[in-house]
């Protein structure tokens, strides 16, 4: 590691700092001719680089040396390959999530995962717990609505991704989710990502719309570090100072992040837009970004949607972008996963991967 120290230390400082890096169990030597620029070596252990970088006689860590995040993209490993259900993100496998904003009701939710699944979605989306802005909206249905989900699973034979907000409903939906979701308001909720990093079942981690890539990532770490290494990042757009989108799909941070992570990210143009019409635009853009993914709202009548009516796609237009995302994903040299047609086989298959 090369640490920049502040500008005109006095000796007493020096040594301060010097018998920090001793009891840390680093070697220490000034660069030759300069009192602010020092080479450490020792564990590559973040721990040591954290509280180092959080001194203050330290300016900034011009180089970490051999310390790794798990979350690094390393050359000597393949590009971590997600799973859940009948999904796949990662290693040249894109999958599609689609469905409501919220779980409105039981029959309308088998109809939309039976058009979702036949069109080429893998896994089925609707939060039974909404973050809302405000609370007198509609908050979703709780437990009822996990409910739902568990039989609209076993019925059509699709894997579930859900959202959670509170630690204490943790268990309750990682019983019925393939794929627990992590919202973009509770990005650093660190106490429920330690709980998540413990649930046993695949992560989607929204980026917070104020969070910087570096933050983003950070939570991630969260989930590896505390022993789930299955984590799908997804970039839902950032605030930006323009009213004409809700906010700003970054692209450039899709980019980024496939070379700066081996974890797989996924785009959702449908909070970034905040409107249908540039959906499928913004889809695109997020593959070609190099996202292995896509997470859409849509619904079967999106002017009744009970949240996020003016962004949901229809039942056509979701399939349109199914279709256009194939093809840009083999131009690409990707594979978009499906599900099996026959939904008893695959409510099976579901069912035992998940045993
Ligand atoms: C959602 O996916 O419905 C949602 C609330 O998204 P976000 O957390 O990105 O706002
Ligand atoms: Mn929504």
Same mark, same amino acid.
């Given at each position: 590691?090369?640490?920049?120290?502040?500008?005109?230390?006095?000796?007493?400082?020096?040594?301060?700092?010097?018998?920090?890096?001793?009891?840390?169990?680093?070697?220490?030597?000034?660069?030759?001719?300069?009192?602010?620029?020092?080479?450490?070596? /020792?564990?590559?252990?973040?721990?040591?680089?954290?509280?180092?970088?959080?001194?203050?006689?330290?300016? %900034?860590?011009?180089?970490?040396?051999?310390? !790794?995040? +798990? *979350?690094?993209?390393?050359?000597?490993?393949?590009?971590?390959?997600?799973?859940?259900?009948?999904?796949?993100?990662?290693?040249?496998?894109?999958?599609?999530?689609?469905?409501?904003?919220? =779980?409105?009701?039981?029959? !309308?939710?088998?109809?939309?995962?039976?058009?979702?699944?036949?069109?080429?979605?893998?896994?089925?989306? /609707?939060?039974?717990?909404?973050? !809302?802005?405000?609370?007198?909206?509609? +908050?979703?249905?709780?437990?009822?609505?996990?409910?739902?989900?568990?039989?609209?699973?076993?019925?059509?034979?699709?894997?579930?991704?859900?959202?959670?907000?509170?630690?204490?409903?943790?268990?309750?939906?990682?019983? =019925?989710?393939?794929?627990? +979701?992590?919202?973009?308001?509770?990005?650093? %909720?660190?106490?429920?990502?330690?709980?998540?990093?413990?649930?046993?079942?695949? *992560?989607?981690?929204?980026?917070?719309?104020?969070?910087?890539?570096?933050?983003?990532?950070?939570?991630?770490?969260?989930?590896?570090?505390?022993? %789930?290494?299955?984590? =799908?990042?997804?970039?839902?757009?950032?605030?930006?100072?323009?009213? *004409?989108?809700?906010?700003?799909?970054?692209? /450039?941070?899709?980019?980024?992040?496939?070379?700066?992570?081996?974890?797989?990210?996924?785009?959702?143009?449908?909070?970034?837009?905040?409107?249908?019409?540039? =959906?499928? %635009?913004?889809?695109?853009?997020?593959?070609?970004?190099?996202?292995? /993914?896509?997470?859409?709202?849509?619904?079967?009548?999106?002017?009744?949607?009970?949240?996020?009516?003016?962004?949901?796609?229809?039942?056509?237009?979701?399939?349109?972008?199914?279709?256009?995302?194939?093809?840009?994903?083999?131009?690409?040299?990707?594979?978009?996963?499906?599900?099996?047609?026959?939904?008893?086989?695959?409510?099976?298959?579901?069912?035992?991967?998940?045993?």
């Amino acid at each position: 590691m090369l640490l920049r120290l502040q500008a005109g230390l006095q000796d007493p400082q020096l040594e301060s700092i010097l018998a920090l890096c001793k009891d840390l169990g680093l070697t220490t030597s000034f660069l030759e001719g300069r009192r602010d620029l020092v080479q450490v070596d /020792g564990p590559a252990d973040p721990r040591i680089l954290v509280r180092l970088e959080g001194h203050p006689l330290v300016r %900034n860590v011009i180089d970490r040396g051999d310390v !790794r995040w +798990q *979350v690094d993209a390393d050359p000597d490993r393949a590009e971590t390959v997600v799973t859940a259900g009948h999904a796949r993100f990662g290693g040249g496998w894109v999958s599609i999530a689609a469905g409501p904003c919220a =779980v409105e009701d039981e029959a !309308r939710m088998t109809a939309i995962a039976r058009d979702v699944k036949e069109r080429g979605a893998t896994l089925l989306r /609707g939060g039974a717990y909404k973050p !809302r802005t405000s609370p007198y909206a509609f +908050q979703g249905l709780g437990e009822v609505g996990l409910e739902i989900l568990a039989r609209v699973k076993a019925d059509v034979g699709i894997g579930i991704v859900t959202e959670v907000m509170d630690t204490r409903d943790v268990d309750k939906v990682a019983a =019925v989710a393939d794929m627990v +979701q992590v919202g973009a308001r509770n990005m650093a %909720n660190y106490p429920l990502l330690r709980e998540l990093a413990k649930c046993g079942r695949p *992560v989607m981690l929204k980026r917070g719309f104020g969070a910087t890539v570096s933050e983003f990532l950070g939570a991630a770490e969260y989930l590896l570090e505390g022993g %789930n290494p299955n984590v =799908v990042l997804c970039e839902r757009g950032v605030r930006g100072f323009d009213s *004409v989108t809700r906010d700003m799909l970054d692209v /450039g941070a899709i980019a980024h992040l496939e070379t700066a992570t081996h974890l797989p990210v996924i785009g959702d143009p449908s909070h970034a837009a905040g409107r249908a019409d540039l =959906v499928p %635009n913004l889809a695109r853009a997020a593959l070609a970004a190099g996202a292995d /993914g896509l997470m859409v709202e849509v619904h079967d009548a999106p002017e009744e949607a009970r949240s996020d009516a003016g962004q949901a796609l229809s039942m056509a237009r979701f399939g349109a972008l199914v279709e256009r995302s194939r093809a840009l994903a083999e131009l690409l040299g990707k594979r978009v996963a499906v599900c099996p047609s026959s939904s008893e086989d695959n409510a099976d298959r579901i069912g035992m991967e998940f045993a």
